[in-house]
């Protein structure tokens, strides 16, 4: 098995189901939002890639948070997680993306974006995280 999103499902599949969405309406929400965070994330991404230093990184990230994190804070909206109130898949790899983005940034891609800030703050949270970053 190989790609990024596969192996995430079949994990959760096999071992905790209940990371893949509550109901069919959630999955579909939480699927659609794969495709879209690893796009996203793709394009912040490739200058930790290519041996870009931290502050040509730091500008390729700005720039992409600037252009796409409007979208993310509007679709948060209220909620804890992408899913809603408990975390799903993607929040795991949306999480990654946002723990090195943040470090490139010196904390910096928070500053326009109130609910990233608080999503990466709730997600500190979760079981399993909170104890890693302990």
């Not at 189901?17 to 495709?35: F, H, S, V, Y």
């Not at 990654?96 to 943040?102: P, T, V």
Request: aromatic share 16%; charged share 25%.
């Amino acid at each position: 098995m190989s790609e990024t999103f596969p192996i995430l499902v079949y994990i959760c599949d096999k071992w905790k189901p209940e990371l893949l969405g509550k109901d069919a309406q959630q999955r579909g929400t939480i699927n659609m939002l794969a495709g879209t965070v690893n796009g996203f994330f793709w394009d912040a991404s490739m200058p930790f890639y290519t041996g870009s230093d931290k502050e040509s990184i730091a500008v390729t990230v700005a720039g992409v948070v600037a252009n796409k994190g409007p979208q993310y804070e509007s679709f948060l909206g209220g909620k804890k997680y992408l899913g809603g109130d408990e975390p799903c898949y993607v929040d795991f790899y949306f999480f990654e993306h946002l723990e090195r983005m943040n470090w490139a940034t010196d904390g910096k891609i928070f500053e326009d974006f109130p609910r990233l800030k608080a999503y990466h703050s709730n997600f500190l949270t979760v079981k399993g995280v909170k104890e890693v970053n302990e």
